[in-house]
């Protein structure tokens, strides 16, 4: 099962798996992908996609004692004249994967290319801190039924030192089946 294949690599990089209820994730049509996210209300270039051009550069997994290791997480490239960013997950790894981010109108969209197949849209939107990303799955191609294993849902938010934490929620038939929650640094 390719999801297996992914487990270590999440590990490595300090993701803590763990089976959890988390919040409702109905399978229900319409209900499960959330229609109406919040938007920026100011620009069509708002601060969601400016958060994410911030993010440019390479990104490195922090280990338990909160040192930056030498594993190369994330890398987000600005493209397309600033109008999109390409994040590449595990660059180089056989766990490869990529995620384009674009406004929509008013809203930051994003489609996750997964190694477990599938791609999964979002709609992001500012936690009400102001800071903290929040993508909300809108569909997933490339399954059946919506019922199988995807990215449901994903957490951005800054914490001490310049760092990330990152939290990514895999559902599957409506339950939580891993929950990936790790720090990431840039090298100084």
Not at 24 to 41: E, F, M, R, V
Not at 53 to 64: K, Q
Not at 130 to 149: E, P, R, S, W
Request: aromatic share 6%; net charge negative; with cysteine.
């Amino acid at each position: 099962m390719k999801l297996l294949h992914l487990l270590p690599a999440l590990l490595i990089t300090g993701a803590v798996a763990t089976t959890t209820t988390g919040p409702d994730t109905s399978t229900t049509p319409g209900a499960c992908c959330a229609a109406g996210a919040l938007q920026d209300k100011e620009s069509p270039t708002g601060p969601t996609l400016a958060a994410i051009v911030a993010l440019a550069g390479d990104w490195y997994a922090v280990d338990e004692d909160g040192a930056v290791t030498d594993q190369l997480v994330s890398r987000y490239r600005v493209t397309a004249g600033g109008n999109a960013v390409l994040e590449t997950v595990f660059p180089g790894q056989d766990e490869e994967m990529i995620t384009m981010y674009h406004q929509d109108g008013k809203d930051l969209v994003l489609t996750h290319y997964c190694v477990v197949g599938n791609q999964t849209s979002y709609r992001a939107s500012f936690d009400a801190d102001g800071k903290t990303l929040v993508y909300t799955c809108t569909g997933v191609t490339n399954t059946d039924t919506h019922d199988a294993a995807h990215m449901h849902e994903g957490r951005i938010a800054p914490a001490a030192g310049g760092r990330l934490q990152s939290t990514w929620n895999m559902i599957e038939k409506g339950e939580s089946i891993f929950l990936a929650d790790y720090t990431l640094a840039r090298k100084e």
